[in-house]
């Protein structure tokens, strides 16, 4: 399940995913090299301090051989030295008695370290401070003995330095990620608005707005646009070239067939009843598939239609018809609708069933056209016999006759349903409440017309 929705994720989730894990990685990374960095420039620095002061220390001894006392002969440059328990110190020592501190010690001492060479450590001062200690043994030439010289510093001012650091460098670094963020998101955005056009243009071809993608785009995906435009005319060319062989192989079959079917009539009664039941459902046969071969298609690639434009043919032609049987039809009020689906379909659905209201009518054939809800609502009824509930469901049936006496293949019911359901509608035979069949039809529209 995890696998499938990552491998369904929008490519634009994607990228901001691992930019963002990306972020997550690298900016902590980040973080601890830089503090590290720093944390060891400020620390040299700091020693390289102590040095100078010490050297400073070193250069200021004096002894004094008469009162057999050690002396600083030069200040170091740092008011804290004088200030008690300060945290900066230096002292000078022996292994005797002779010390030598700074003001800021007062009656303290330093632990020392004998080495004759600079050494650093870390210690607690006097009042419990962490010092960073430097100190080395030198000798005095009039002084026989070895002195110890020191000097310390608290390290807690380069410890709130280095913690305030750290802190404006989360911020820092977190506002740095954010704004990466921001903008790769900007990034892809724009980079992947082509894409956005594409899709929104294939939707444009599926409502039937359009017939081919923009090809105004990148390199690559112009490419693409331009094989998908190629695919769509071929699409379209194929079922152009299937209707247009269905309705040829429907002529070639259709003189043939005739020609039997007067032929037989000089057969003997009972051949002649067998062979005009096989040539019936021959014809039947044949009708229905190359109806059906002649409906099949994408429906996505339908254009739109103007519902009155579509129908207007067929209201002409059934108004003469039913002029000509003395049956009373008037022109329906036609909503401006649009629908998505072929103008030939929808003349066969409607002119199929007015036909069959004609055929069976007995003085009227009524027909309503209603926008509901963004369906459409096609209502056509009739005062004829009407059909029990058993007959109306197989008037549905392909091939099914419900009076021999009656002219017509009994296909047009069947092949309405079939195209009805092709475009996503229903298809439903009742009681008419004028006496005979109500034949009610529902379809999708796209929008009303503006």
């Known amino acids: 399940m995890i696998r499938h929705f990552l491998r369904t994720l929008p490519i634009a989730c994607r990228l901001l995913a691992t930019s963002l894990i990306l972020v997550m990685l690298v900016i902590p990374v980040a973080r601890l090299l830089l503090s590290y960095n720093l944390r060891e420039a400020v620390n040299t620095a700091f020693n390289e301090r102590l040095e100078s002061l010490l050297n400073v220390v070193l250069a200021g001894i004096e002894y004094d051989r008469q009162s057999d006392t050690l002396a600083l002969n030069q200040r170091l440059g740092d008011a804290r030295f ?11 020592s022996d292994d005797a008695s002779r010390v030598l501190t700074s003001r800021s010690l007062w009656d303290q001492r330093l632990p020392l370290t004998a080495s004759t060479q600079l050494h650093f450590s870390t210690i607690l001062g006097p009042n419990g401070e962490t010092l960073r200690k430097l100190e080395r043994d030198i000798r005095l030439p009039r002084l026989p003995v070895t002195l110890h010289v020191a000097v310390a510093a608290d390290l807690s001012e380069v410890d709130a330095e280095l913690t305030r650091f750290e802190q404006l460098l989360w911020l820092s670094l977190v506002t740095l990620g954010i704004l990466l963020l921001l903008g790769i998101w900007w990034q892809l955005h724009w980079g992947l608005e082509p894409l956005r056009r594409i899709r929104t243009n294939l939707q444009a071809v599926e409502r039937g707005d359009c017939e081919r993608l923009d090809t105004d785009l990148s390199e690559e995906l112009d490419n693409l646009a331009t094989t998908i435009n190629t695919v769509l005319e071929r699409d379209r060319q194929m079922m152009s070239r299937a209707r247009t062989a269905a309705g040829n192989l429907a002529h070639a079959i259709k003189t043939p067939v005739s020609v039997m079917m007067t032929t037989i009539q000089q057969l003997p009664a009972g051949q002649r009843d067998v062979m005009a039941s096989e040539l019936k459902r021959l014809n039947d046969a044949v009708r229905h598939h190359l109806a059906r071969a002649s409906a099949a298609g994408p429906v996505v690639l339908r254009p739109r239609v103007t519902l009155s434009v579509a ?18 039809f008037q022109k329906p009020t036609i909503p401006p609708l649009q629908l998505q689906i072929d103008a030939q379909d929808l003349q066969e659905i409607v002119g199929n069933l007015l036909k069959n209201a004609l055929r069976w009518a007995e003085s009227r054939v009524v027909i309503d056209i209603q926008n509901d809800a963004g369906n459409l609502q096609l209502g056509i009824m009739d005062d004829g016999p009407g059909m029990s509930a058993q007959r109306r469901k197989e008037a549905l049936q392909r091939g099914s006759r419900l009076d021999e006496q009656r002219s017509g293949s009994g296909l047009g019911l069947a092949i309405v349903s079939e195209l009805v359901q092709l475009y996503g509608g229903q298809l439903q035979l009742k009681p008419s409440p004028i006496g005979g069949l109500l034949a009610t039809v529902s379809l999708p529209c796209l929008a009303a017309e503006s």
């Open 82 to 92: 004088d200030q008690v328990f300060s945290g900066w110190y230096w002292q000078i």
């Open 311 to 328: 129908l207007e043919p067929v209201f002409n032609g059934i108004s003469r018809l039913a002029e000509r049987q003395n049956i009373a």
